[in-house]
């Protein structure tokens, strides 16, 4: 009898068109995904000076991405909170149109600072889609179907990194590098008109209240934190005052954040869901596994075109193999769950990345470049492992009236770990390259030495305009990258082995017999 309320819970109209909502939702994720692999491929672009580019330091590239997941990140649980209350579907249009005015606006930057404010808006749109994308999906399917559509779903972010790289390619090309922003609006305007047409709204009939101060102090406390990890790989200095102030108020106010959330009676995250070691697992693993990621994307290509002159659609189709394997997996990693449970399925996922970022140290400037390819195949085939079992167990820890608070918990880590990974390895990259730079910038005129150690664009920039005498720095440089590369994927590998002991540690194993045979008479009355 318990088991009948589920089935009858998704109107028969809205049941008949689940798969066209989804698609729907899909084209929604796309363009916030997109965007954060097209830029992949441009930020070297960007790097240049004008007009080719906008002339941005690695410091300014770095925060061009993190205004982006920062605001992204610091306002996923309010927008979730707020479709749970407005209801999804009109959440789900805002956000679109206020991240497609920020794409157009990004387009036609005349500066790093205006791309950078003009990403934090785009920021604030994408954080009213992730959450409502998934949120409506968990209203549109059953409890059974769910992890088959979560699948899905996760192939369509796969599909989103395949994409993106290409496309930016292809625009960069062929158009000025504000091409890679403006794209978006018209997939913007299509997701718009099907939304409307197609995709039924819901809302929790008891949503929470919004919780100011608590947005406040989260998005203060991880910019803080963010920016003092900039602030150290930009100095090569980890010791500064500066620095080690900005760190440490940024650890106090998410300190503050967190005692607060706990009083209060109505908080943005309710602390009280990480009393389940299951959730915070899986929340965890989902962080670290995009910390590992983002600051590996960052540095590989940069890897690919300035160490091995690969263009930036070269680049693109380089790493096809990473959203590839992302595409073929995640759809049917809950096969592997089926048969090994959720422990053994993101454990072995996790270690794959971790052996990955070890590959990736042994790079040179003459390894074949197929190896990259197969690296890049199982980092891919990893993350499609890690991704769906722990968005099922997440979504599913809470009640379907939820799901917009599910689906902003998941998303919130996913992108504060993208944003650390980027800050700190980015940051990890910067010092050492550095540090193995500085011996010799000796020919360099003193007021432009700092500027030239920040980064193998910035010294690469320098050698152009010295002439002849520049020549002597491109080999150091590349040497100087790839031993700051090595160093990078290292410390990238650490973080994944971590994420490893978590998941083996705290995720249940398989099923017993006796409810994957429950489950299977559950899926009868669904399918008739």
């Excluded at 770095?62 to 407005?86: C, K, M, P, Q, S």
């Excluded at 400037?365 to 980092?379: Q, R």
């Amino acid at each position: 009898m318990t088991t009948a309320v589920p089935d009858s819970r998704v109107p028969e109209a809205v049941h008949r068109r689940r798969w066209a909502i989804l698609g729907v939702l899909m084209l929604s994720l796309l363009i916030v995904v997109l965007d954060n692999s097209i830029l992949n491929v441009a930020i070297k672009t960007i790097s240049t000076p004008a007009p080719t580019g906008l002339g941005a330091t690695q410091s300014e590239l770095e925060w061009a991405i993190n205004a982006y997941t920062l605001v992204f990140a610091g306002l996923l649980f309010t927008a979730g909170l707020l479709g749970d209350r407005l209801g999804r579907k009109k959440v789900l249009l805002g956000g679109l149109v206020v991240f497609g005015a920020g794409s157009a606006l990004a387009a036609f930057s005349g500066s790093p600072d205006q791309l950078i404010t003009f990403r934090a808006l785009m920021g604030l749109g994408a954080a009213f889609v992730m959450p409502a994308t998934l949120a409506v999906l968990m209203n549109v399917f059953e409890r059974e179907e769910q992890p088959k559509a979560i699948g899905i779903w996760a192939g369509g972010v796969g599909l989103a990194i395949a994409i993106g790289p290409i496309t930016g390619g292809v625009l960069l090309d062929h158009f000025w590098w504000g091409s890679v922003f403006l794209i978006n609006v018209p997939i913007v305007v299509l997701a718009l008109g099907l939304m409307l047409w197609l995709v039924p709204d819901s809302r929790d009939p008891n949503p929470g209240r919004i919780d100011p101060v608590g947005v406040v102090l989260s998005v203060i406390g991880l910019v803080l934190l963010v920016y003092g990890i900039i602030k150290g790989g930009q100095l090569a200095d980890f010791t500064d005052p500066t620095v080690l102030a900005t760190i440490g108020a940024g650890l106090a106010v998410l300190v503050a954040f967190v005692v607060f959330e706990k009083r209060s009676d109505h908080p943005s995250i309710d602390v009280t869901y990480f009393k389940n070691k299951v959730f915070s697992a899986a929340i965890g693993a989902i962080g670290l596994v995009f910390f590992a990621l983002m600051g590996v994307t960052f540095f590989s290509v940069f890897y690919t075109q300035s160490v091995r002159g690969y263009s930036p659609l070269q680049t693109g189709l380089l790493m096809l193999p990473l959203a590839a394997a992302q595409l073929i997996f995640a759809p049917r990693a809950r096969l592997v769950v089926d048969r090994f449970g959720n422990r053994a399925t993101t454990t072995g996922g996790m270690l794959l990345i971790a052996a990955m970022l070890v590959a990736f140290a042994a790079l040179e400037a003459d390894t074949p470049i197929w190896l990259l390819e197969v690296i890049f195949f199982l980092m891919g085939t990893g993350m499609a492992h890690i991704m769906t079992p722990t968005s099922v167990v997440i979504m599913q820890a809470l009640p379907r009236e939820k799901a917009g608070s599910a689906s902003a918990l998941s998303n919130t880590f996913r992108q504060v770990g993208g944003a650390l990974g980027i800050a700190v390895l980015g940051s990890v990259l910067s010092t050492a390259y550095r540090n193995s730079i500085e011996p010799h910038l000796g020919a360099v005129p003193a007021g432009v030495r700092h500027t030239a150690g920040e980064s193998i664009e910035a010294t690469l920039g320098v050698a152009a305009k010295l002439g002849p005498r520049g020549d002597a720095l491109v080999g150091p440089a590349n040497d100087a990258f790839l031993h700051a590369m090595h160093v990078t994927a290292l410390c990238g590998a650490g973080v994944a082995l971590v994420g490893a002991l978590v998941v083996a540690l705290f995720l249940p194993g398989r099923p017993a017999e006796p409810q994957q045979g429950q489950e299977e008479q559950k899926l009868v009355p669904a399918s008739e």
